[in-house]
């Protein structure tokens, strides 16, 4: 009986130190769970605060653009003045395309890429492009004698009857849709200048300058879109359906650039082309028995 009586202590000790032990676990982890709480929502609320307060403020009005109102207007512009859609015409002329897929020159995606790459680089493309530097920079600099003597020399720098109308008929249409939804001050002295003789890469110059649109951007869209046109021709021809279109599109992209970047820094001595058979395919399409195309 004594023996059980010693022991009920030791054991009601080892319940009690046993009951303080859960307890200071139960304390311990209510804390952390207390302090893992509010470090979440610190962190949650020093997060989304932020966030609130910005969303909840107008943005400036030139934010996230990277443009300023010139640049914004300069690209506003350009995308307009060429995109398929400008009513000059474009779509009607295929500049000698039509005879080379008649010939068996163009047959196929490749074909038509190899073919527009060289006219790009080596030849009407090239030659175009210089034409709108030189323009750009004498209608910026005012120089009506220099602007008459490019205009002039770049009416006659064709190789057949059918691309001076293209060139001459577009450059026509480009100036006189521009003078009307987008007159500005000196359009008309730029373009009396030229006595008359204004082709389309000169006509593209000549407004650009005006509207003091860069140069380099304005060589860049000119391109896409003369490179875009050949495509849509080649396309309609061949045919092509769209994916493929763009897949030659994209192709041409390092192409239009080294041609731009030659183009600028290109002088009036630097003019040639070495495309004969693409000079050839528009001689023959004058006389070619059934044509959809102008050119």
Same mark, same amino acid.
């Given at each position: 009986m004594r023996r059980r009586l010693m022991i009920m202590p030791s054991m009601i000790m080892a319940t009690i130190? +046993?009951?303080?032990?859960? =307890?200071?676990?139960?304390?311990?982890? +209510?804390?952390?769970?207390?302090?893992?709480?509010n470090i979440a929502t610190t962190i949650i609320t020093t997060t989304i605060t932020p966030m609130l307060m910005i969303t909840s403020e107008p943005a400036p009005a030139d934010a996230g653009s990277g443009m300023n109102a010139d640049e914004a207007a300069a690209l506003y512009r350009l995308m307009t003045w060429l995109s398929p859609s400008f009513p000059v015409g474009a779509f009607s002329?295929?500049?000698?395309?039509?005879?080379?897929?008649?010939?068996?020159?163009? =047959?196929? *995606?490749?074909?038509?890429?190899?073919?527009l790459a060289a006219m790009l680089g080596d030849g009407p493309g090239f030659c175009d492009a210089v034409f709108l530097a030189q323009?750009?920079?004498? *209608?910026?600099?005012? !120089? %009506?004698?220099?602007?008459?003597?490019?205009?002039?020399? %770049? *009416?006659?720098?064709?190789?057949?009857?059918e691309r001076q109308l293209e060139t001459s008929t577009q450059g026509r249409a480009f100036i006189e849709i521009a003078r009307?939804?987008?007159?500005? !001050?000196?359009? !008309?002295? +730029?373009?009396?200048a030229c006595d008359g003789m204004i082709v389309y890469p000169t006509a593209v110059g000549i407004l650009s300058a005006a509207h003091a649109v860069p140069l380099a951007p304005a060589m860049h869209a000119f391109l896409h879109a003369v490179v875009s046109n050949w495509i849509s %021709?080649?396309?309609r021809l061949v045919p092509l359906g769209q994916t493929d279109s763009q897949r030659v599109l994209a192709?041409?992209? %390092?192409?239009?650039a080294a041609t731009a970047k030659r183009a600028l820094e290109a002088s009036l001595d630097d003019l040639g082309s070495a495309t004969f058979r693409a000079d050839l395919a528009s001689l023959r399409h004058e006389t070619q028995y059934t044509r959809l195309f102008r050119s």
């Open positions: 130190i +046993m009951m303080i032990t859960i =307890t200071t676990v139960i304390t311990i982890i +209510m804390a952390t769970t207390i302090t893992t709480t002329y295929s500049s000698g395309i039509e005879w080379a897929v008649e010939a068996g020159d163009i =047959t196929d *995606a490749a074909s038509l890429r190899d073919w323009a750009h920079r004498t *209608a910026s600099a005012q !120089d %009506a004698i220099a602007l008459r003597e490019i205009a002039e020399l %770049a *009416a006659a720098f064709v190789p057949s009857r009307s939804a987008w007159a500005c !001050d000196g359009l !008309d002295g +730029m373009v009396a %021709a080649g396309a192709s041409l992209e %390092a192409d239009v």
